[in-house]
Structure formats: structure tokens, C-alpha cells
């Protein structure tokens, strides 16, 4: 997406082609040849651009994306938190039933 962009803001028109319906068409792809090669599919019409929601779509695209990673990080670190005291031979599991919760952050003390 990051040459797409740069491209795009040089003045140029851009198409983003799926690769899987390059690949179903016939015709030589050999390294050295493949951009001629989709330079003629292109030239003919046999390629279809994909569809690309407009820019603020995509800005909150990513940002939901980073939300998401950043949740299942979270959500890791506590499973390791959890898993440290066990592994430790301490029952703390017995006495805080989430270590995330507000019982647990209490008994970690100010930090």
C-alpha cells in the first residue's frame, strides 16, 4: 500500500490488480518478462482494478487494525501474568480470581 500511496501523490493513476486473476490468465510469467506482460493484459483490458475504499476509510482501517493488535497484546501479557505465579509454585490463584481485575492491580502494590 506504501508505493501505492507514493505513486498516487506523484500524479499517477494506479491500479491495484488481485493477484490470484493475473495468475488465471494465459500468457508467459517469467521474472524478467511479467511486467511487459501486464503491461499488454492492462492494455487489452483484461485486468481489473480492485476496489479501494476512499482515504478516511482507510486511516480508520488502520487505526482499528492497531486496536485490535494492541488488545490481543494485552490480553497475552495477562495470560503471562497469570501464568508466572503458577509456574513459580505460587497458589496465587487461590486468593485473587483475576489478576487483571481491581483486586489484583490492589494487591501489586503502587506502580
Known sequence: MAVYDVL?????????VDARAAKNLPGRKRDAQECQWLQKLHTYGLLRSC?????PIRRLRTVWRLRDQQVKEAGRAVQHMQRAPTQ???????????????AGRRSCGPF
Not at 498516487?8 to 491495484?16: A, T, W
Not at 513459580?88 to 481491581?102: C, E, F, K, R, T
Open 8 to 16: 498516487q501523490r506523484h500524479g499517477l493513476q494506479v491500479n491495484l
Open 51 to 55: 476496489f479501494l475504499p476512499p482515504e
Open 88 to 102: 513459580m509454585n505460587v497458589q496465587l490463584h487461590n486468593v485473587i480470581s483475576d489478576l487483571a481485575g481491581v
